[in-house]
């Protein structure tokens, strides 16, 4: 996806992937490295991430973010892969509590892609990058086919996005 | 009518309410990243409904929009542990052994830790609000089971769901 590029057009595109999602944008993730089914992300220690207000630990759900987001944008970096996709399924396994203060970084692979299915799996660490903090591994959707505009696929995955409702 | 001599009147309405709403708030309010979400939880008795009001910084595709897939998962996760929580708190409340005008964000019950949690993503999360009720499966004394189920406008059309084991406080 991004070979070819400069260090800085690499790194401009990273910028501007996180800067234009708005939850990414508000945890401070930044993207690290993208190449080839491969990503890596950081989001610095925060506050407002507190899970346990006792430690200071943050709380799973943000890890979850940051693993999600890293894995899908493996996902999409990838050869073989369409540059839409979204999560059918993730588990998250839990190691250990972050050590409060420290910044969490997350490595995706992405390491099989099928007509329709990409596999994942990721880990999250902080600065003692000998014990991870937590892995992940998921399935997420690959529709390739060239020939299906990313706004069809989108369709399939908001296939009762018309049904109104209470709010 | 004669009542037998050893009948206590029921508590008052207000007396139960305000028991069990502090310590629901305990358990919600006291968690800067339950608040940096904006979840809240509705109680009914001793049935839970989490609560996640949409807002711009939840969404992860900005083109669909879509909810962010790691907020339907933190969503989830907040769900189950504050289901696992009440569920444990409920008999000492009741009983009296835990007085819930102590519990605050100052004063957490200590909360189960995740083991591993586990989403299926069923449908794209819809810039609307979402909402979520755990059952608490299977509680031993060290580990615990919880499923989870969310949904948006349809309560039978579910947009994701869950499963996580979680590790007991004091365990």
Not at chain 1, 79 to 101: S, V
Request: glycine letters at 8%.
């Amino acid at each position: 996806m991004m070979k070819g590029m400069t260090a800085e057009q690499k790194a401009e595109l990273a910028r501007k992937f996180t800067e234009a999602i708005p939850h990414c944008k508000a945890l401070g993730m930044v993207l690290e490295k993208l190449e080839d089914g491969e990503a890596i992300m950081s989001m610095p220690y925060d506050e407002k991430l507190i899970g346990d207000p006792r430690t200071g630990v943050i709380h799973g759900g943000a890890v979850s973010a940051l693993l999600d987001t890293c894995c899908g944008s493996a996902v999409m970096s990838h050869p073989k892969a369409p540059a839409i996709t979204a999560t059918i399924d993730l588990r998250i396994d839990y190691m250990r509590p972050a050590t409060p203060g420290q910044r969490i970084t997350a490595k995706a692979t992405c390491y099989h892609v099928t007509r329709s299915v990409a596999f994942v799996s990721a880990v999250a660490l902080d600065e003692d990058e000998d014990r991870p903090v937590a892995t992940a591994s998921g399935a997420f959707t690959a529709d390739g086919d060239p020939k299906r505009r990313s706004t069809e696929i989108s369709n399939d995955i908001t296939d009762d996005v018309s049904e109104g409702g209470a709010v | 009518m004669s009542l037998p001599p050893n009948h206590k009147r029921p508590e008052p309405v207000e007396v139960v309410k305000q028991r069990r709403d502090a310590a629901l708030s305990g358990l919600v309010d006291g968690v800067p990243y339950v608040q940096f979400l904006g979840i809240s939880v509705e109680r009914h008795g001793d049935e839970l409904t989490a609560i996640l009001p949409f807002d711009e910084k939840l969404i992860g595709n900005p083109m669909l929009p879509a909810i962010h897939g790691g907020v339907t998962a933190a969503f989830l996760e907040t769900a189950a542990v504050i289901q696992l929580s009440w569920s444990t708190l409920w008999e000492d409340m009741e009983s009296g052994v835990l007085d819930p005008s102590t519990l605050g964000p100052d004063n957490m019950p200590y909360l189960p830790k995740t083991i591993d949690f586990s989403i299926d993503y069923l449908r794209s999360g819809l810039p609307r609000d979402a909402y979520a009720r755990a059952r608490v499966v299977r509680q031993g004394r060290r580990y615990a089971s919880v499923h989870v189920e969310a949904w948006q406008d349809r309560r039978e059309k579910l947009y994701a769901q869950a499963t996580g084991h979680f590790l007991m406080p004091g365990s």
